[in-house]
């Protein structure tokens, strides 16, 4: 069974750093190859938001614009896990963060193929 695990989620003041990681459970190394990774995330009052992507194709990154330059999306298929890596945290970065799987390419619009239960990050002083 697939299952997705995020871990790494914490209270952190302005301007720190987190590390959130996604186990992927169930995958193999051959078949977690076949998945782009993605992370998204979701305020109170918000709608969901694809923060950033990273294919399996050719290991090609995306972020969105509200955290290009801050946020780090990387894989060890070996594992296997993603993580995201999340410097110069602000406020507005509140969230939980779902880590998803995608057979469709992180250019597609379509919903990932599995999802993660969540983990919050809170930024606030």
């Known amino acids: 069974q697939v299952q997705l695990v995020e871990s790494g989620g914490a209270l952190v003041q302005p301007g720190g750093s987190l590390k959130l990681s996604c186990a992927a459970n169930?995958?193999?190394?051959?078949?977690?190859?076949?998945?782009?990774m993605a992370w998204f995330r979701q305020a109170p009052g918000k709608e969901r938001e694809r923060v950033s992507c990273?294919?399996?194709?050719?290991?090609?990154?995306y972020y969105a614009d509200s955290v290009k330059g801050r946020f780090t999306i990387s894989r060890e298929n070996a594992k296997p896990t993603v993580y995201l890596q999340m410097n110069s945290l602000k406020p507005e970065d509140t969230a939980v963060y779902y880590c998803?799987?995608?057979?469709?390419?992180?250019?597609?619009?379509?919903?990932?193929?599995?999802w993660g239960q969540g983990t919050q990050v809170t930024v606030s002083s």
């Open positions: 990273i294919s399996s194709r050719d290991g090609s990154t």
């Open positions: 998803a799987a995608t057979s469709l390419g992180c250019s597609s619009p379509y919903e990932p193929d599995y």
């Open positions: 169930g995958f193999t190394r051959d078949s977690l190859d076949y998945y782009s």
